[in-house]
């Protein structure tokens, strides 16, 4: 691929502008990215404008296509977007994986409801996640505190069998006298490793933050809602968050380091508040929690204060805010631990720091939240339910239960595996807090019901392919039947079907974790004990349940989270592993960062303005028109930046997905911005719009308009294989395609002339029967589109 040069992006007041008609192809590739060799069919591509990162490129022979415009007229001039590197990269990029925790809560935010005259639920509902992703910044610096003050600087330091064994913490062990041994400077000490976490997310949040928030979208006046489909997509701030997470990092940030604080000023305050303590010591204590108090006030005013700032590009930074914040809880921590530094004769380390009822107070504050979110959920949809939302608009509450569900195994594992690794006998040491080891004995069970919805599914999934064999020999009874060809067909339509199960397995899934959580926290609060020691005394089979289900906990725990980064590396350097979990993490980061700043950073924070940005200064440039083509997630991506474009610009742009999960995905599990409402829009503002699919994707599906817009946007279903057995065509056995390779289907080059011939000027767009001729010179005709007769038929 030649980059040496980039040649110019449009013709302008550099060089010859295109003659009034011209076309464009803007191809925008899909999930696990590709190369613009393959996406262009040409060996020899150069870039024409962009990045490492991300870039257009054109073939070479039409890199300079403004400079011969008679060479290009009556065939569209094919670009390709690359932006896979936005999304993947070197392995070391799986370490965002260890933050899935707060993309998750992230995607709660977006999974709201459509709303219709609650203008005050909808702000109620991003206030509540909000919450929540900060609830699961404190969990983390906690779990950081638990590991590095509570187990290793108090239990393991403070006893000497544990210090022996661990040669490192020698020289905090009391036995050896030294100046660090004292608890509170034990405790000041390893508060570094937390803060230095914090400081650790806080710099990549501020990096990705610079890379992708800072992207200016073009700058146009906003529309009227009706005119960018009822959804927020099409507002001019909406890819121009940087005001919100800015903010949102400094309140989480400050919540990291006070949290710090409190865990090291505690365990010093409770010591001089006994009765004979120092009594000055004892008033600096009670001065410094009030500070504590006043600093988490502050947090939480800064999290509930503001939302997204969508309806205009909010260029301010709230600059004192932003470095304030912080500061203030960083120098907050300093005095905490000089506080707790501070000489106290006779204090020794014994048991366990009160982990327990800071562990107790996140899990209670996090149920609570996910209850009233559920509450606002529902109060949203019954507004105007949408039959086809997620669990009846509950999508966002479960997927928030979720997300503190994966931010409490983390951390249990997490203390946990230390725990047994800093005393290996299993009796020098305490260990970590109780609930934090019913939180993991949890897990068999939930594993348990996941097991038993699997075999469900599976079942479901076999009946049907035994029922689909009939229905996939009806639709080509003129052709040789190969048994085998008809079961892998079956089979894999089979398959596929079970993405639309996703909201049962994410809906059992909550339901079993929140009322498993609530079982742990009412076990450790109430008994104080492990699952195991509370069973003692009981009868057999509950003692041996409990026994079992502490200790397999505790090592799947261990094992998932070696498993989760090993995996995750693996995504990253593998393309095909990518492409496997590829749709999950790109759904993931394709959303704003607007309930918690710490999420891995938005890809279509920079993908979108960069559509955007070409389509809208090639038509300024040359007064043509042109195709956008997306595949997979490359279709919403283009639907994104469609929806960004003003309505002149909008209506000279024609509309072709494949394998698109704009409504079998988006449209389910995110109402309120793909829902029927917005789609129809998208519809009526471009040109025209097609969209291909199969039976056997298990990703794309049909876009399901209502009414007549559904023939017009929807092609029947492309038959996959292309060719059953064997024939002249195809001699050899024709594979399963599935969600790739939609351009060797005959059907979608017939497609992509149809749509082409819309755009060209000067030429009768294609008519079909009842349709009278329609110039396609001018102003974009509102009229049938092709239909799905046209081309070979499909199955």
């Known amino acids: 691929m030649e980059r040496a040069q980039q040649r110019p992006a449009a013709a302008g007041a550099d060089g010859p502008a295109e003659p009034a008609g011209a076309a464009l192809e803007l191809l925008v590739h899909g999930v696990g990215g590709t190369t613009p060799e393959k996406m262009l069919d040409d060996p020899r591509t150069v870039r024409i404008t962009g990045d490492d990162t991300a870039a257009v490129f054109r073939r070479a022979a039409d890199a300079d296509a403004e400079a011969r415009p008679g060479q290009h007229r009556g065939a569209p001039v094919p670009e390709a977007y690359v932006w896979c590197n936005l999304t993947s990269g070197n392995g070391t990029r799986a370490l965002w994986l260890l933050l899935l925790p707060f993309m998750v809560v992230n995607l709660a935010h977006w999974m709201r409801p459509t709303a219709h005259g609650r203008p005050r639920t909808v702000r109620l509902y991003g206030l509540l996640v909000r919450l929540a992703g900060l609830t699961l910044t404190v969990l983390l610096v906690a779990a950081a505190c638990e590991v590095a003050l509570d187990l290793a600087a108090w239990q ?36 570094l490793v937390p803060a230095a976490l914090t400081c650790l997310l806080w710099y990549l949040s501020h ?19 009706e005119d960018t489909g009822s959804t927020c997509l099409g507002r001019p701030g909406f890819w121009y968050g940087r005001r919100l997470v800015a903010r949102l990092r400094a309140a989480h940030t400050a919540a990291g380091l006070l949290t710090v604080a409190a865990a090291v000023a505690t365990p010093a305050a ?21 500070a504590l108090v006043a600093g988490t006030a502050a947090v939480v005013w800064v999290v509930c204060r503001r939302g997204r700032s969508e309806q205009r590009l909010d260029r301010e930074l709230d600059r004192r805010l932003v470095r304030g914040l912080p500061l203030g809880a960083l120098l907050l921590c300093l005095l905490a631990a000089l506080y707790a530094g501070w000489a106290r004769p006779g204090w020794q380390a014994s048991g366990r720091l009160p982990g327990d009822a800071a562990f107790g107070g996140i899990a209670l504050a996090q149920g609570l939240l996910v209850v009233a979110l559920g509450a606002a ?11 086809r939302a997620a669990l009846r608009g509950l999508g966002g509450p479960a997927v928030a239960m979720l997300a503190c569900a994966l931010g409490g195994v983390m951390s249990g594992g997490v203390s946990q595996r230390v725990a047994d690794w800093l005393d290996g006998t ?78 049962l397995v994410v809906g059992v899934t909550s339901a079993a974790t929140l009322l498993l959580g609530a079982a742990a926290l009412v076990g450790a609060l109430g008994t104080g004990r492990t699952p195991a020691g509370a069973a003692a005394g009981t009868n057999l089979a509950v003692r041996t349940a409990a026994e079992t289900s502490q200790t397999l906990g505790s090592w799947l725990i261990g094992l998932g989270s070696i498993l989760f980064v090993t995996w995750g590396r693996r995504a990253y350097k593998d393309a095909s592993a990518r492409r496997t979990i590829g749709i999950l993490w790109d759904v993931g980061t394709f959303w704003p960062r607007a309930a918690h700043p710490f999420a891995p950073p938005c890809y279509a924070e920079r993908a979108v303005p960069d559509l955007t940005w070409r389509m809208a200064t090639w038509t300024q440039a040359t007064g043509g028109r042109l195709v956008l083509s997306g595949h997979s997630q490359g279709s919403v991506l283009a639907a994104a930046a469609a929806w960004q ?62 009414g007549d817009c559904g023939p017009e946007v929807d092609h029947a279903p492309l038959e996959d294989p292309l060719a059953r057995g064997r024939t002249a065509r195809h001699p050899l056995p024709a594979p399963i395609l599935g969600h790739s390779d939609y351009q060797a289907d005959p059907v979608f080059a017939e497609e992509r002339r149809l749509l082409l011939a819309r755009l060209l000027p000067d030429l009768p767009a294609p008519r079909h029967r009842g349709e009278r001729p329609v110039a396609v010179q001018g102003e974009p005709r509102r009229g049938p589109e092709p239909q799905g007769s046209s081309g070979r038929s499909s199955a």
Do not use: K
């Not at 062990?173 to 030294?178: D, F, L, N, Q, V």
């Not at 959920?377 to 039959?387: S, V």
């Not at 003003?646 to 072709?656: D, F, I, K, N, S």
């Open 377 to 387: 959920a529902y109060t949203l949809h019954r507004t105007r339910p949408d039959p």
């Open 645 to 706: 474009l003003t309505p002149p610009v909008r209506g000279r742009v024609a509309l072709l997905t494949y394998g698109s999960p704009l409504e079998r995905l988006y449209g389910r599990w995110f109402p309120a911005h793909f829902g029927p409402d917005a789609l129809s829009a998208l519809h009526h503002d471009v040109d025209c719009w097609r969209n291909l699919y199969r039976l056997t994707d298990p990703i794309g599906g049909p876009v399901r308009l209502s």
């Open 207 to 225: 990096r990705t933050w610079s890379a992708y928030e800072s992207q200016l979208p073009p700058a146009r006046e906003p529309e009227p809602e």
């Open 270 to 290: 409770g010591f001089d508040r006994r009765p004979g303590g120092p009594a000055t010591l004892d008033a600096l204590g009670w001065l410094l929690h009030a």
């Open 156 to 191: 393991c330091a403070g006893t000497r069998a544990c210090a022996v064994r661990h040669s490192w913490l020698g020289f905090l062990s009391p036995a050896m006298g030294g100046w660090w041994s004292a608890p509170g400077r034990r405790l000041a000490l390893a508060a």
């Open 426 to 503: 299993g009796t020098s040491i305490p260990g970590p807090p109780v609930l934090l080891t019913w939180q993991a004995s949890a897990i068999p069970p939930l594993l348990l019901v996941l097991l038993l919805l699997c075999g469900r599914l599976a079942g479901r999934a076999w009946r049907l392919s035994r029922a689909e064999r009939a229905t996939v020999e009806r639709d080509d009874p003129d052709e040789p039947q190969d048994a085998e060809c008809v079961r892998r067909i079956a089979r894999t339509r089979a398959m596929a079907t079970l993405t639309d199960e996703g909201p």
